[in-house]
């Protein structure tokens, strides 16, 4: 890949942060790579580096783009709103859970939901629990009579 097609793709990948409101932090994670990995990209405008096929890949199918078209020094983005999205709408960490959630297929659904309910219970039976020990514990007084 020449200089010029990683400026298109930097361009581009800026462009694409923008219109999705997305950090590269952010872009990094949806995308399945290391932070470290996007930065590197992002430092590839000034090095030599060149940004390997996978990871191309993996940001064009992020944002539903083709390699060719992530490479396209025309690349058009379709309006000029910020795309809203659970992860922008809600906080941040609750916003990725629920938007990883939804990625996962019916039996990954199902697991985490099982887990949870689990998780639920057993943090509900140790505050029970706890509840019950404070009470037991608590001085009963004495001295007062009814009258």
């Known amino acids: 890949m020449d200089r010029s097609t990683t400026e298109i793709l930097l361009s581009n990948l800026d462009k694409l942060s923008k219109h999705t409101g997305l950090s590269q932090t952010e872009i990094a994670r949806r995308c399945g790579l290391a932070q470290k990995t996007v930065n ?9 580096a060149s940004p390997k096929i996978d990871t191309i890949d993996k940001i064009a199918k992020t944002f539903n783009l083709t390699a060719a078209e992530l490479l396209s020094p025309d690349m058009a983005i379709a309006g000029p709103v910020k795309k809203v999205t659970i992860s922008n709408a809600l906080p941040k960490t609750l916003g990725s859970l629920i938007e990883d959630f939804l990625q996962l297929d019916a039996m990954g659904q199902a697991s985490v939901v099982n887990t949870t309910k689990r ?3 057993r943090t509900q039976r140790t505050l029970i629990s706890r509840l019950d020990s404070f009470n037991e514990e608590k001085p009963k ?5 009814d009258g």
């Open 40 to 48: 590197n990209l992002y430092r590839s405008a000034i090095s030599e």
């Open 141 to 145: 007084k004495s001295g007062m009579s």
């Open 119 to 121: 998780e639920y219970e």
